[in-house]
Every structure is written in structure tokens, then in C-alpha cells.
């Protein structure tokens, strides 16, 4: 586990594709355990170590992850995300151009719990909601294009379903368009940084993951 920063409420992690943030119907030990154990070993801390999840990220996506340590950062910490106080920066590899080099997407949003998936519309319909994102083309390669995604709201799938719905499945992601998966299963967007007030002592908390070690996502890097 890649720990990027810690403090006496708050701990952030590197996310691997693969990894689940809670417990679901796999039975996959989920990140929350492995963070609650870290705590638990580090600290030396005898019975039930608190680690309060934040948010999460789907399973097969890069990234940064919140826990909080303490009920009042996890308290604070969720408003912050309700009333979208935590701005979260996603990079995305394409296989196609987007029809803009910068743009903001506003669609609405369905999810069908049966197959676990989401479905995004131009206009209303029922049960949808409202998601918007901004992105804008910040790499390119003889193949694939790299966006950098800023999140206004935050939807079930929203980035993946989003860039599908304008002709840019994200590499890797059967489930929205693309048409070949990832070696490693992993679908090639990753939770960048992440920037916010500290819940508890108030000072601006900026953090970036390190890009993924990827040969693709290396390119980029270059």
C-alpha cells in the first residue's frame, strides 16, 4: 500500500486498478481493511483501529483515496464532498480525439443497478441526475490522446460514461465503448490530485499521485 499523506485525521492512498475502497459481494479483502491494518501495526494500536471511508473509486481506476482517521474529520469530510468543497483533477487516456480540446460536458445520468451500469443522456429522463465535468487535451500520441478532467459533480461512473457519450471511451473500459481491456484489467484513468481545506486545522491539503507505471502512461510522462 503507497501511502501519500498522513496526518493525525486523514490518511491518503495510491489506489492500484483491482483494489475495492469497501467490502462488496466478491469477498475481496477492501482497501478500508488494509489501511485499518496499516494503522493498526503502525501505531501499535490495540482492538478496533477507526478508518472512516470518504469516497471511493470504482475497481478498476487509479488513484487517490481518502480515509479518515477520526469520526470528526470523517463528519466534517463528508459535508466537504456533499457540498462539493474537495476538487478532485482525473487524467484519462483516449484512443480517439475529443470533438474539442477543451470542453465542459453536462448530461444526465442513469444507473441500472442490475448490470452496474450507467447511462447518460443530452435531456432529462426519469430517475436521471445531473453530472458536468470540464476537460481539456493536455498530451497526445500516435494513438492516444490524454485529458485532464476536473469533476463538478460526482456520479456512478460519470467520467467513463461521460467521455463515452462524446466518442471517447476510455482506454481499456469494455463497459463503455472501448474495444480492448488493459492487460492488467486496469481502465487507463487515474485520481490525480486532490485539493482541500484540512477538516480540522483548516490548512489547504494539495496532493498528486505519481503517474501510473505504466509503459503508456510513462510516454506521457516524457
Same mark, same amino acid.
Given at each position: 500500500?503507497?501511502?501519500?499523506?498522513?496526518?493525525?485525521?486523514?490518511?491518503?492512498?495510491?489506489?492500484?486498478?483491482?483494489?475495492?475502497?469497501?467490502?462488496?459481494?466478491?469477498?475481496?479483502?477492501?482497501?478500508?481493511?488494509?489501511?485499518?491494518? /496499516? &494503522?493498526?501495526?503502525?501505531? @501499535?494500536? $490495540?482492538?478496533?483501529?477507526?478508518?472512516?471511508? !470518504? +469516497?471511493?473509486?470504482?475497481?478498476?481506476?487509479?488513484?487517490?483515496?481518502?480515509?479518515?482517521?477520526?469520526?470528526?474529520?470523517?463528519?466534517?469530510?463528508?459535508?466537504?464532498?456533499?457540498?462539493?468543497?474537495?476538487?478532485?483533477? /482525473? &487524467?484519462?487516456?483516449?484512443? @480517439?480525439? $475529443?470533438?474539442?480540446?477543451?470542453?465542459?460536458? !453536462? +448530461?444526465?445520468?442513469?444507473?441500472?443497478?442490475?448490470?452496474?451500469?450507467?447511462?447518460?443522456?443530452?435531456?432529462?429522463?426519469?430517475?436521471?441526475?445531473?453530472?458536468?465535468?470540464?476537460?481539456?487535451?493536455?498530451?497526445?500520441?500516435?494513438?492516444?490522446?490524454?485529458?485532464?478532467?476536473?469533476?463538478?459533480?460526482?456520479?456512478?461512473?460519470?467520467?467513463?460514461?461521460?467521455?463515452?457519450?462524446?466518442?471517447?471511451?476510455?482506454?481499456?473500459?469494455?463497459?463503455?465503448?472501448?474495444?480492448?481491456?488493459?492487460?492488467?484489467?486496469?481502465?487507463?484513468?487515474?485520481?490525480?490530485?486532490?485539493?482541500?481545506?484540512?477538516?480540522?486545522?483548516?490548512?489547504?491539503?494539495?496532493?498528486?499521485?505519481?503517474?501510473?507505471?505504466?509503459?503508456?502512461?510513462?510516454?506521457?510522462?516524457?
Amino acid at each position: 500500500m503507497e501511502v501519500i499523506y498522513e496526518d493525525n485525521h486523514i490518511i491518503i492512498v495510491n489506489k492500484r486498478p483491482g483494489e475495492i475502497v469497501q467490502g462488496d459481494k466478491t469477498g475481496d479483502e477492501p482497501l478500508v481493511e488494509t489501511v485499518r491494518k /496499516y &494503522l493498526k501495526e503502525k501505531y @501499535n494500536k $490495540p482492538g478496533n483501529v477507526f478508518c472512516g471511508v !470518504v +469516497h471511493r473509486l470504482d475497481r478498476p481506476v487509479w488513484g487517490l483515496v481518502i480515509f479518515a482517521k477520526t469520526s470528526k474529520a470523517l463528519t466534517r469530510l463528508n459535508e466537504m464532498f456533499r457540498r462539493g468543497h474537495v476538487k478532485k483533477t /482525473y &487524467l484519462a487516456i483516449t484512443r @480517439n480525439r $475529443p470533438p474539442k480540446e477543451e470542453d465542459r460536458l !453536462v +448530461h444526465y445520468i442513469t444507473t441500472t443497478e442490475r448490470n452496474n451500469k450507467s447511462y447518460a443522456s443530452t435531456t432529462p429522463r426519469a430517475n436521471s441526475k445531473e453530472a458536468a465535468l470540464s476537460y481539456r487535451l493536455i498530451g497526445e500520441s500516435e494513438r492516444y490522446f490524454l485529458l485532464e478532467i476536473n469533476l463538478e459533480t460526482g456520479r456512478k461512473h460519470q467520467i467513463r460514461v461521460q467521455l463515452s457519450a462524446i466518442g471517447c471511451p476510455i482506454r481499456g473500459d469494455l463497459k463503455y465503448g472501448d474495444r480492448r481491456s488493459n492487460p492488467d484489467g486496469s481502465i487507463s484513468l487515474q485520481a490525480h490530485t486532490i485539493e482541500f481545506e484540512h477538516p480540522v486545522s483548516h490548512e489547504n491539503i494539495h496532493v498528486e499521485a505519481p503517474l501510473p507505471d505504466d509503459v503508456l502512461w510513462r510516454a506521457f510522462a516524457e
